[in-house]
């Protein structure tokens, strides 16, 4: 059984501060890594969509994957109080073109 | 460029009715899948169309089913609710033709099982 895992949070960071969210995965073949950001009452925005080792970098936010060790993070620099919300993490099933399998997410809190 | 339309947004049944759902996805994809929210188990896969075609299925009852049109708009049905399907239903769309590619969901259909 494939599995995401997330840590459910609440990680509460200081405004401006970097806020660090980590993601494992069982299946050593997946190939593509998926983050979204989703708002209470709202649904899932993709961030950042990272497949290569090493750091994606966009604006505010890093995608850091590292498919030795199964773990994929997401870096969010200079935090803002609307950075609050969930963050999935979801990887898709080996041969499943838009079939993914989703962590629990991770709840931010930016307190000013 | 328009992104995936879900419809309704929101709606109220009561238990034993059934349910449709519509998405409409991103103009050129030509795969949609579906997807559940619930508190409780989070978000959970129910099946992806490509070109008019089921072609994965999540661990669902039989009483959700869909389907897809040429024009690659999808519907999806749950028969028979019961108020465990309350829930936001997410659409999400992708060309579908390579693993490695962007996936878009929509705003959901919130439902409510009374």
């Known amino acids: 059984q494939k599995e995401v895992e997330q840590n459910s949070g609440p990680l509460s960071v200081p405004e401006g501060a970097i806020a660090s969210l980590n993601c494992t995965y069982s299946d050593r073949g997946s190939q593509s890594f998926f983050w979204y950001r989703q708002y209470s009452g709202k649904s899932p925005e993709l961030i950042m969509f990272i497949y290569s080792n090493g750091d994606k970098e966009d604006g505010r936010f890093t995608a850091q994957l590292n498919k030795a060790s199964q773990y994929v993070s997401l870096l969010i620099r200079d935090s803002q109080p609307s950075d609050s919300a969930t963050y999935l993490c979801?990887?898709?099933?080996?041969?499943?073109?838009?079939?993914?399998?989703f962590g629990a997410g991770t709840r931010l809190a930016v307190h000013p | 460029k328009a992104g995936v339309t879900q419809t309704p947004r929101y709606l109220i049944k009561t238990r034993g009715q059934q349910v449709t759902l519509s998405c409409s996805p991103i103009?050129?994809?030509?795969?949609v899948s579906w997807y559940q929210q619930t508190p409780g188990q989070g978000l959970q896969f129910l099946f992806e169309?490509?070109?008019?075609?089921?072609?994965n299925k999540g661990n669902f009852p039989g009483r959700f089913s869909g389907r897809q049109f040429s024009n690659s708009r999808s519907e999806m049905n749950v028969s028979t609710l019961e108020l465990g399907d309350s829930a936001l239903y997410l659409c999400?769309?992708?060309?579908?033709?390579?693993?490695?590619?962007?996936?878009?969901f929509g705003e959901g259909s919130w439902l409510t099982v009374v």
């Open positions: 169309y490509f070109s008019e075609t089921q072609r």
């Open positions: 979801a990887v898709p099933f080996s041969g499943g073109y838009n079939k993914l399998i």
């Open positions: 103009s050129g994809h030509r795969s």
């Open positions: 999400a769309s992708s060309l579908g033709t390579v693993e490695l590619n962007t996936i878009y």
